[in-house]
């Protein structure tokens, strides 16, 4: 690393920094304070605007650099990852966005709750939606801490703590003076510079093989060690019968998750109608789609030029594959072009990450606020007052992620991803799609499908290879590995289904009918909707 690239990214990154707090700042003061300002940004949001939001939102740092430095290290096996991110967002275009846009107002648990008990569901879905989105902050947290850490050549890990602090303490400022306006506008900026980087690194590394794939293709398994079995599948997850049902199990996790992570569904109530929010996904859909495409050119490029044993010296993980491959396409070490280039990609990077946990943190603190407190002081609450602690919960939840990611800022994260995907597809979406499609559900049905979830999830995470057993874990000196899978999601997704059913079956209470009725007119029609 060299003080070019160090002093070019520091620059870089106050000039977004400053960007976005500017965008915070006019934002703040052009709003009325009301709950529906704070939570969905008044609803005024086109569906346009709102896509690229939630492609913001979606593309996080782990897209950008972890799954094309995994395509890097083991090629076929890591492009699996594209296609899981990208096939997951049909789930949520043919199950989810029209129904919740008009069933709910703010929360998932608006969701549930319409024809439930309100009280023991908002508890529980409030619960489980602060836990996923806790455990996704705390992962991108750490991934701040050491991509950045390690783009501004800073080794110790002082540099690491400031970086976490410091974008704790961003994405705390963003959410309590801003509220959704402020966040949406920087996810839209960041959408915009993360497709314009990954579309001109693409563009360049073509370029590179003179628009021939199966040259790059051929180029990367010749220098990636693995010769062509680096174009097949099996080379990560076919050593043994636990790593294919393992994938199998991440995959599910991947594909299921995603239509039930909070920060995700709390971006079809920024919009106006129920039609708005689906053309929102198909927005979404289409800018997804393209950047996923153009990982699998990233990732094959970065082992094509820069070389798998190189990512993998620089970074085991191959985080550092994408900013080594802009270092190489833009002319190698020392060169300007390779520097200005790095840098870019250095600050596309850092805002991609605050753009995503300005997202997870105002979705997590609108369950405390809308659904847990409103839930236990009283259902009359002023709207003003569940703001204020909606910003109150923000800081809190800022300050227990800084935490716990000081904390973890040494540690092998990866598996916080999965899991806050395993507890989304475990816990909140068996509850949705039951309150939405199952005429007999029951409040008793909701509260144990969201904790039969939600418990097992949690606990088979703790009993895994990933917390202790191996060199590998994040405890690797002791040994209470009673579970297979690195990731819970193959059987803690069918306990959430299983447990849903069983409490609804054994339930004394007699399902709503008029209710569910009006849930299902309103979910189709949106006849009522806010």
């Known amino acids: 690393m060299t003080t070019q690239h160090q002093t070019l990214a520091l620059l870089l990154f106050g000039v977004f920094v400053a960007a976005t707090l500017a965008i915070t700042t006019w934002v703040s003061r052009n709003r009325h304070g009301s709950a529906e300002e704070f939570y969905v940004g008044g609803r005024l949001f086109s569906p346009m605007e709102n896509g690229f939001a939630i492609a913001g939102d979606y593309m996080s740092a782990a897209s950008f650099l972890g799954i094309s430095g995994l395509i890097a290290l083991f090629g076929y096996d890591g492009m699996l990852y594209s296609v899981g991110f990208l096939v997951a967002w049909l789930v949520v275009l043919l199950l989810v966005a029209e129904l919740v846009r008009n069933c709910g107002r703010f929360t998932l648990a608006d969701v549930v709750a319409a024809r439930m008990s309100e009280h023991p569901v908002r508890i529980a879905v409030g619960s489980s939606s602060v836990t996923v989105s806790v455990l996704y902050l705390v992962a991108q947290m750490v991934g701040a801490g050491s991509l950045v850490s390690l783009l501004l050549g800073g080794n110790g890990g002082a540099a690491q703590a400031w970086t976490v602090i410091g974008v704790g303490a961003l994405m705390v400022i963003y959410v309590t003076l801003g509220g959704m306006r402020a966040t949406t506008w ?4 960041k959408a915009v510079l993360l497709m314009a980087g990954s579309t001109l690194l693409t563009v360049l590394v073509l370029v590179r093989f003179h628009g021939n794939f199966n040259e790059l293709l051929t180029s990367a398994a010749h220098r990636s060690g693995h010769g062509m079995k680096f174009l097949a599948p099996g080379l990560k997850y076919g050593g043994d019968w636990t790593s294919r049902i393992d994938f199998i199990s991440l995959g599910l996790a991947l594909v299921l998750g995603t239509a039930g992570l909070p920060h995700i569904l709390s971006r079809f109530y920024t919009v106006p109608t129920a039609r708005a929010a689906r053309r929102s996904v198909v927005w979404s859909i289409g800018l997804i789609g393209s950047f996923y495409l153009m990982t699998i050119v990233l990732g094959f490029g970065a082992a094509a030029l820069v070389g798998s044993d190189e990512v993998r010296a620089s970074n085991p993980a191959g985080n550092t594959a994408v900013p080594l491959l802009a270092l190489e396409v833009g002319g190698g070490a020392g060169s300007t072009g390779g520097t200005v280039l790095f840098a870019v990609v250095a600050a596309v990077a ?6 995503v946990v300005a997202g997870i943190t105002l979705a997590s603190s609108a369950s405390v606020a809308h659904d847990l407190y409103a839930t236990l002081k009283r259902r009359s609450a002023k709207q003003r007052s569940e703001v204020a ?15 716990l990611s000081l904390l973890a800022k040494d540690l092998n994260v990866a598996f916080l991803v999965g899991l806050a995907f395993a507890v989304a597809a475990s816990a909140n979406l068996p509850v949705l799609l039951f309150s939405l499609f199952w005429r007999n559900f029951t409040t008793r049905g909701a509260v144990w499908s969201v904790y ?6 949690i606990v088979l995470v703790i009993l895994s290879p990933v917390v202790s057993g191996s060199p590998t874990s994040l405890f690797p000196g002791v040994d209470f590995q009673f579970f297979p899978l690195e990731n819970p ?3 803690s997704i069918p306990l959430g289904f299983i447990a849903g059913w069983l409490g609804t079956v054994t339930s004394s209470e007699p399902p709503d009918a008029a209710r569910h009725a009006e849930t299902e007119v309103r979910s189709l029609t949106g006849a009522g909707a806010v």
């Open 186 to 189: 920087i996810q839209i900026v």
């Open 350 to 355: 850092f805002a991609t990450i605050l753009a």
């Open 389 to 403: 602690v909606a910003r109150v919960a923000a800081a809190g939840i800022g300050a227990v992620a800084i935490g």
């Open 452 to 457: 039969g979830g939600l418990v097992p999830a």
């Open 489 to 491: 999601g193959l059987l």
